[in-house]
């Protein structure tokens, strides 16, 4: 029915009235598949032609364009469409649905409801007239206000965009889990062949001498089988004689050295490191220790040394500048990487959080080795947050609110208070959160800035450059109603009688017929010793 009445042909009441008896259906039977219906996206930018082309094609089929296109020009304003709506039975309650699940709040900006409710509000809208696309071409303020408001709920909805970015990390972290489980089963099943074959050799190889004790060879140590009759590894002990002392290397352990490095990095089984050449900091190699004490190394494209060009001056590669509204930005490869985004593009409610800046050269440098980009670089990001924060007694997370061409802002959450929806939260709670998680997350901010070995040497967080924790609670001290003390009223009490004493007694200048200003001084240092 979607083909016939989207694609062959475009009968638009026809098309809606299709996707929503298919979204209802899925809702009804398989939610999951309408989420992924919903949320699909292609990637820009993608290598094979063929892919990207078969993405559009299948995303167009998925999503009609006849479903979303709008003829004339007043009914493609928004907020005709939204009043429209209202005046609908049923557009107005998937409205309310959506309002009630995605809304984010006037005051605080936070998010109506959860991610999983605010999905169910997307997939309610789908094929409705409220997805399809408006502008905001009028005259007049309150008209312009209006349709701003409702473009701004319907296609700039920040809510939506961070469930969306939470639904992807989601579905990369199963996929994650999945590939990890399939490979870990193909290890252990190669690990049985080779345990086999080794046993068969040995048995092969004592048989061969019968009568004599079988050989060892030099610096292997053989080890009893254990109760499942496997053979157990164990430790090599070796002797480097450049060396002052001895090193023991376990069996699964990579060494990479370096001619610049003092000593030889050490990497355990399908780990990876970022190497930096000799006093160069733009030109690197990324190193894999795979299985069978193997390191593979492959050299990666030095960055460009580009200048950045302003209208007032000309900043070098790797220089540090400001902005303003930005906070602290440096010079790389002709781009300002800023600590905060523009002051347009971003708006933060009340809470903790931590804006990082990336490097596009870098994450473009970096796709094709890692597979991925700035926004899956949170995942190790939010893991060292964890790490730092359990240490110091509370487990904090990250959440992303909202991704820009240079930033990525994130909030700063106490796991305890995950299941927790972004209405029920209070100003306790977020108090909690900045008490129990600042300390950690301002660590790693520092960690960023100060190109620490761990994030300078990690293939995904080293696109990192810049970091700042960013407090919008407000300080109770200052806001505090609470009456002054009996010693505060009698002390002010005895200053103004003071004062008009001295304004009793005190004659008057005659020439300049003022209050003479020495008098001030003496009142003003008595108050600052009070009280600043």
């Known amino acids: 029915m979607v083909q016939g009445h989207c694609l062959s042909f475009c009968h638009q009441d026809a098309c809606r009235h299709s996707l929503q008896d298919l979204y209802k259906y899925l809702q009804e039977q398989r939610i999951e598949l309408a989420t992924m219906i919903a949320f699909c996206v292609c990637r820009a930018g993608s290598k094979d032609a063929d892919d990207e082309s078969e993405c559009e094609a299948a995303q167009r089929r998925l999503h009609p364009p006849c479903a979303t296109r709008t003829e004339g020009l007043t009914v493609s304003q928004c907020h005709h469409l939204g009043n429209d709506c209202r005046n609908d039975r049923i557009c107005r309650y998937r409205l309310e649905q959506y309002e009630t699940r995605c809304a984010a709040d006037l005051l605080t900006g936070v998010c109506a409801g959860g991610h999983d409710y605010c999905r169910r509000g997307v997939v309610g809208l789908m094929g409705s007239r409220l997805h399809t696309r408006c502008h905001c071409q009028v005259e007049g303020v309150t008209e312009v206000n209006q349709c701003l408001a409702w473009k701004r709920l319907l296609w700039g909805n920040p809510c939506v965009v961070e469930t969306q970015l939470a639904y992807h990390l989601e579905r990369r972290r199963e996929k994650e889990k999945v590939q990890k489980a399939t490979k870990k089963q193909e290890e252990e099943k190669e690990k049985e062949e080779e345990e086999a074959e080794e046993e068969k050799r040995l048995e092969a190889e004592v048989g061969a001498r019968a009568g004599f004790p079988p050989t060892r060879e030099k610096g292997v140590k053989k080890k009893p089988r254990g109760r499942g009759g496997k053979l157990l590894a164990v430790a090599v002990l070796t002797r480097n004689a450049e060396c002052m002392s001895d090193m023991y290397y376990v069996a699964g352990y990579c060494e990479i050295t370096r001619a610049w490095e003092p000593q030889p990095r050490i990497l355990e089984e399908r780990e990876s490191i970022r190497l930096y050449k000799d006093g160069d900091k733009d030109c690197t190699e990324m190193c894999y220790c795979e299985r069978h004490h193997q390191a593979k190394c492959q050299v990666l494209d030095c960055v460009e040394k580009m200048p950045c060009e302003t209208d007032f001056a000309v900043y070098n590669h790797q220089a540090p500048a400001f902005q303003h509204y930005r906070g602290d930005c440096i010079c790389y490869a002709g781009d300002f990487i800023c600590m905060r985004p523009k002051h347009h593009e971003y708006h933060l409610p009340m809470g ?95 960690m960023i800035n100060t190109r620490d070995p761990r994030i300078h040497h990690h293939i995904r967080l080293s696109l990192f450059v810049l970091a700042e924790v960013i407090n919008t609670m407000p300080n109770p001290q200052h806001f505090s109603g609470s009456p002054a003390t009996t010693a505060t009223s009698l002390w002010a009490w005895g200053v103004g009688v003071w004062v008009l004493n001295r304004m009793a007694v005190t004659p008057i200048h005659r020439t300049t017929k003022f209050w003479r200003c020495d008098h001030f001084r003496n009142i003003y240092s008595i108050v600052s010793q009070k009280y600043l």
Do not use: W
């Open 352 to 446: 903790l959080f931590l804006m990082v800046g990336y490097s596009r050269r870098e994450e473009k440098l970096l796709r094709p080795k890692t597979n991925g980009g700035a926004i899956d670089a949170i995942l190790p990001l939010q893991i060292m947050v964890s790490t730092l924060s359990s240490q110091m007694g509370e487990v904090c997370r990250l959440e992303v609110i909202q991704q820009t061409a240079d930033n990525i802002v994130l909030q700063v959450r106490l796991h305890r208070m995950a299941g927790t929806p972004g209405q029920n939260y209070t100003r306790y709670m977020l108090r909690e959160e900045v008490m129990n998680c600042e300390k950690p997350v301002r660590e790693v901010a520092k």
